[in-house]
T-cell receptor, first 115, second 110 residues
């Protein structure tokens, strides 16, 4: 079984401040981990993914995430928030063939960026 | 353009009616998925398919039916729509470690 917990359904930061969105996962097999962003009335866009290579993953728009096996975490960070970062962010885990390659999502974190 | 297309984009239907949401990919990805998105629940898997004529239930399959006679199409049917099926529905495909999502269908059941 696999699951994802995103800590904090709403996160608010000031423009220029650090963005930290938390994600913890549970997986019975080595996981593949993903962060997606969703802007209002749009689909999901992949920010970055971890597929058992480097533990620090760099994505688009200045985001990065670090895979920490000992903490079962995959937190998303960005050093300096921009107004355009306001969106909903989803963490997801895939256990590959043992779970039919399905993606299991967290409940999402709404990021607000204040001027 | 290559990609994944969902139709319709918006749909309003009445309780008890049958409605089919369409999903088409221009690649030949084996895996396809249907998710629903509801506030407070994130995205939940309804059904998925590993190949043509192979489908399996996900987390919330009740009230839905799928078929996959061709690799490129994966329609989702609500046999008798209920208000609880009001949601945004996303289709997705998988290739290696990448998942691509369609733009979604916003379904309202009145």
């Amino acid at each position: 079984a696999q699951s994802v917990t995103q800590l904090g359904s709403h996160v608010s930061v000031s423009e220029g401040a650090l963005v930290l969105l938390r994600c913890n996962y549970s997986s019975s097999v080595p996981p593949y981990l993903f962060w997606y962003v969703q802007y209002p009335n749009q689909g999901l866009q992949l920010l970055l993914k971890y597929t058992s290579a480097a533990t620090l993953v760099k994505g688009i728009n200045g985001f990065e995430a670090e895979f920490k096996k000992s903490e079962t975490s995959f937190h998303l960070t960005k050093p300096s928030a921009h107004m355009s970062d306001a969106a909903e962010y989803f963490c997801a885990v895939s256990g590959e063939e043992t779970s039919g390659s399905r993606l299991t999502f967290g409940e999402g974190t709404q990021l607000t960026v204040n001027p | 353009d290559a990609g994944i297309t969902q139709s319709p984009r918006y749909k309003i239907t009445e309780t008890g009616r049958q409605v089919t949401l369409m999903c088409h990919q221009t690649w030949s990805h084996s895996y396809m998925f249907w998710y629903r998105q509801d506030l407070g629940h994130g995205l939940r898997l309804i059904y998925y398919s590993a190949a043509a004529d192979i489908t399996d239930k996900g987390e919330v399959p009740d009230g839905y039916v799928v078929s996959r006679s061709k690799t490129e199409n994966f329609p989702l049917t609500l046999e008798s729509a209920t208000r609880s099926q009001t949601s945004v529905y996303f289709c997705a495909t998988k290739r290696q470690h990448g998942y691509t999502f369609g733009s979604g269908t916003r379904l309202t059941v009145v």
